[in-house]
């Protein structure tokens, strides 16, 4: 394969494969090219990724040494995108009974997914991550795509028992702003003791949905990685955890009847 | 932007954005190059996808001209794919009460739903599709991976009144394993009259999700555009639409507890 086709498969496979080390022997024969030569294609997508501010290509000599790609979008890309996203939040009427948001379209939308995603990874890519717990449903999206960028796998908290699940562990946990007893299940396959978890909704209020699935961690005997929120709603008493937020927003601060978006605290957890 | 990088952002730049037309002008502009050398890097591009068999580039000449990818697996890398899935789902006990299949570890790993959901968007790459409906929980990470490989959104039908939806409109249907009747909901800014739908779900058994799905299509005025599943169960009364599923497999067919999975009819509707 030539230069010009190893760079492309290059780029589709780190964007396939984040976080896993390859060897360059792997390549070497994938390609049938010499090793100083993939070393070369390797330079030169390494250049591009800090270029764009998009990843980290980091190399890891000796024997057991290889070559893995860390997408990490840098402060100034996540504040770009989050710009787009308030753009298109403040563009229509979203506010709903109760203070909640109308967010479903922005959550429909696979660009903003990806770069919700992609955001919310760059903040957690240093932590040791075995998988990423989220809760149905709009979480679930925001969920699969950190896990495109970390590539760990997801599991699915439940609101009701689902035989296709097997069994399950289920808790009771207090929904904050209800003060209503609700409860969760999670199949008792879906975790092991010991893992590290990443807790990820769509929306933090009070923050008791998100306490019942750091609940649920405990009763698995899994360890909290961290929380990331793609929206927080500030004037709540808030959980004690830390927590990633992309976007921030408080009720009571409305322009007629629009809410006013802006960042979260995400731009204390990456880099410029 | 010399060729090399050029080729890096275009390769990343089209998995961003399937079938999107792009002119000819906004990549000089992007790379500051000449279009005769934009022209020679998507030569390069194209003959790259058709022989990895993962999509086409297409060039469509004059003014309103410009060059579209569309990610399309062929058959063959596909059956490849499917055969690294029944693998994994034979290798371990997965028989649950009911005959259901417990496949959300599958449905977990990012790796196992980028490759369902661009097999399943082969499929349907040459249908005018305009949104894809999905149902909470394990259909939806099917449904985002198909979008991202389609680019169009995804709405997301709920068995339950939500309150972060806005005023919904809700079915009644008879889920047709059971025998019992359900609701389902849509908010009613999700979808407009006449869009055209793709309905997609992790499993097919007698289609009775389906079924309600196809009713909310209709009850919106909007149109089928066509049906995709993971998973069909056969032994059943099955619904009257065609649809597109990836695998099959039969409850009374199991060698021991295993239930033995095979191809579904996904190689009827996709390119050799």
Known sequence: MKRSSRLIDLTIYFNNHPNVRTSLTYFSERFKAAKSSISEDLAILKKYYEQEN???????????????????????????????????????????PGGYLYISDIIGSPHHVRTIGSALAS???????????TIATKGIPIAYSIASFINV??????QSLE??????????????????????????????KGQRVLVIDDLLKVGGTIRGM?????????????????????GHPRIQEDYVSLLKYNEKVREGKKPILSYGNIGKYVKN
């Open 214 to 234: 750091v609940q649920m961690v405990q009763e698995f005997e899994a360890t909290l990685a961290g929380i990331g929120v793609f929206i927080e709603s500030s």
């Open 123 to 133: 903040a957690f890519q240093d932590e040791q991550i075995d998988v990423i717990m």
């Open 54 to 96: 998009i990843g980290q290509l980091i190399t890891i000599s000796g024997v057991t040494g290889g070559v893995v790609f860390i997408p990490r979008d840098s402060k100034q890309m996540i504040e770009k995108n989050l710009d787009q996203l308030i753009a298109e939040i403040h563009a229509k009427d979203r506010l709903l």
């Open 163 to 192: 035989i296709t699940e097997g069994s399950m562990v289920t808790i009771h946990y207090e929904s904050g702003s209800k003060n209503t007893l609700y409860s969760m299940g999670l199949s008792r396959q879906a975790l092991k």
């Open 153 to 158: 796998p997801v599991i699915c908290v439940r």
